[in-house]
């Protein structure tokens, strides 16, 4: 007896063993690490040290070296991948690139991935989860529009990291918490790559990223439902998906008609001013006269509380706007008055530098409150960016530009009202208070054109 009480726990004890490790692998999965080697990777980009300690793939930071991946030989188009992952400290950031390519001859011929990547960031901005277009595009999905999840991803300790790629969707979750959510037009397959990001300071390197545990389903996919009150980044013109549809959202602009809008100044939409082709709404140029030519246009409904996002592409100097809560019962000789999202040329039209400390700038809340942001963010002239405004229905609204939050403030609070007293708005009684109003596009002459323009009641 004496020895069956010793042998009995090393037979549990190795029973569990075996169970935990045939556990590792779920059930349709297929593991891309044998825990031992680096078979079936390849490292590009870079210099960053990759080796394998302890059943994990561990990157090292080396100063002097652009970004490294260690990459899959193979690609894969729809899947979901799951792993774990830690971070040593908050110094780097990192992620997992997925449908992601190789360029040879870029950066001097040293070469850059590019793709989608599901960024791991330890610092106090917390956007890991986010959805980062390495090499190529900039942020899709940074974290400020899922505030709610930040700070998911804990540094120092191991994090389940879950991605789903179905069709031209891309999801994220970090330890069981939804994450990010795009629909894309690009990739539909790439490889899946493991990133140590460039350091540029000797107090940088040495610092250690761990892999683990990194499996992949490619068979016998059904895309996960995220909470419909997380925003989709759906960057294909002027449709909505699935998920957005269930969860409330519609087009102000189907793309092809002027079907929803008309001209602010009676019911008909403007007969010149304004062309509709290929699949974009723009304002024609009139030498920069406001409201001369085809005129504000409106939605035909009002709206309360909401979430309006749009994407606009400016020319060189140009200045136009998005309005919210217009009422039309103001009588003006140009523009229509409402609460304005400033869509401007900052470099390039004068009144960027008019108005009280840069508040008529982009994203700005027009003469009333500046947008905060970096220059980083601000998509070139000729490209699109993406704006959203989101009115609470307790009127708290915020301002976004390509999805990093720039303002926010209370309509009808003290400190509104005291800034609509400064400003150019003063003559209009309980300005921008009203219960429900339009959503305008302003005519200032200059030429600048919209899509995507879709809205959710809240």
């Known amino acids: 007896m004496k020895t069956n009480r010793k042998v009995l726990p090393l037979i549990i004890a190795g029973t569990m063993l075996a ?55 193979k690609e894969y188009g729809d899947f979901v991948l799951e792993l774990d992952a830690k971070l040593e400290s908050t110094i780097s950031n990192s992620g997992v690139q997925t449908r992601s390519h190789f360029d040879a001859a870029a950066n001097n011929s040293k070469g850059k991935v590019y793709g989608r990547q599901c960024e791991f960031d330890p610092s106090s901005r917390a956007w890991a989860g986010g959805i980062y277009d390495e090499g190529r595009r900039d942020w899709l999905y940074p974290m400020d529009l899922n505030a709610k999840a930040k700070g998911a991803f804990k540094t120092g300790e191991y994090n389940h990291i879950k991605i789903e790629c179905i069709g031209n969707q891309m999801k994220t979750w970090i ?27 000797p107090e940088e390197a040495d610092k250690k ?35 957005e549809k ?86 003006t000789q140009g523009s229509a008055i409402g609460l304005e999202f400033q869509v401007l040329d900052d470099e390039r039209h004068p009144d960027a530098k008019l108005g009280r400390d840069g508040n008529r700038t982009l994203g700005s809340l027009y003469d009333l409150i500046t947008a905060k942001k970096q220059p980083r963010y601000i998509h070139p002239i000729g490209k699109w960016n993406i ?12 301002h976004y530009l390509n999805g990093v939050k720039v303002l926010e403030y209370d309509r009808g609070s003290k400190e509104f009202k005291d800034l609509v007293a400064i400003s150019k708005y003063k003559v209009w009684p309980n300005f921008g208070e009203a219960p429900q109003g339009h959503i305008l596009l302003q005519d200032h002459g200059n030429a600048v054109s919209f899509r995507n323009i879709k809205i959710r009641n809240l």
């Not at 499996?215 to 699935?242: H, M, R, S, W």
């Open 19 to 73: 169970s935990t490790s045939s556990a590792q692998i779920k059930k349709g999965y297929v593991s891309l690490f044998d825990g031992k080697t680096l078979k079936g990777w390849k490292r590009l980009a870079g210099t960053a040290d990759y080796k394998v300690v302890d059943g994990a793939i561990q990157g090292t930071t080396v100063t002097g070296s652009g970004n490294t991946f260690l990459v899959t030989e």
């Open 175 to 201: 330890n069981g918490v939804p994450m990010a959510y795009v629909v894309d037009t690009v990739d539909a397959k790439g490889f899946i790559g493991l990133q140590v990001h460039a350091v540029s300071k």
């Open 209 to 243: 990223i761990w892999f683990k545990n990194i499996q992949i389903k490619t068979t016998g996919l059904k895309p996960e439902l995220f909470n419909k009150d997380i925003y989709v980044v759906n960057l294909t013109p002027n449709a909505l998906a699935a998920a």
């Open 246 to 331: 269930q969860n409330g959202w519609q087009l102000l602009f189907d793309g092809k008609t002027n079907k929803g809008w008309h001209s602010a100044r009676g019911t008909a939409f403007p007969a010149k001013g304004w062309n509709i082709s290929n699949g974009l709404i723009t304002v024609e140029p009139s030498n920069g006269a406001e409201s001369t030519n085809g005129g504000d246009i409106v939605s035909d409904a009002q709206y309360k509380a909401f979430d309006l996002s749009f994407e606009f592409k400016l020319t060189e100097g140009a200045n136009s706007g998005v309005k919210y809560f217009v009422t039309l019962d103001e009588k």
């Open 387 to 398: 704006g959203r405004v989101v009115v609470y229905p307790n009127n708290h609204v915020e």
